[in-house]
Nanobody, 121 residues
């Protein structure tokens, strides 16, 4: 499966953005999809993940209550709605897919190219 992340940009603190992860491949609906982010000088970290059906999702504590992950399997797309953005959310955001998934980077075999999110104070 090939993944394409988009929707990043520059936003003021308190603002919102919606990221999209578009996938190719007929079996996309079978994959767990995760979002990760990497700030300059820091390791890539888990943000959120959603199961194949969209019925189960989990979030990092740092984004819980502000970010919402969802998916539309008919469109082969997973979304990350980000509200109440903070400067510390600034990072390159990556989507990833795997049949099993999880919260670790090594839990995913397929990665998109990343989209930059910059939150100004």
């Amino acid at each position: 499966v090939q993944l394409q992340a988009s929707g990043g940009g520059l936003v003021q603190a308190g603002g919102s953005l919606r990221l999209s992860c578009a996938a190719s491949g007929r079996t996309f609906s079978s994959y767990v999809v995760g979002w990760f982010r990497q700030a300059p000088g820091k390791e890539r970290e888990f943000v959120s993940t959603i199961d194949w059906s969209g019925g189960s999702a989990s979030y990092a504590d740092s984004v819980k209550g502000r970010f919402t992950i969802s998916r539309d399997n008919a469109k082969n797309t997973v979304y990350l709605q980000m509200n109440s953005l903070k400067p510390e959310d600034t990072a390159v955001y990556y989507c990833a897919a795997d049949f099993r998934g999880g919260r670790g980077i090594n839990d995913y075999d397929y990665w998109g190219q990343g989209t930059q999110v910059t939150v100004s104070s």
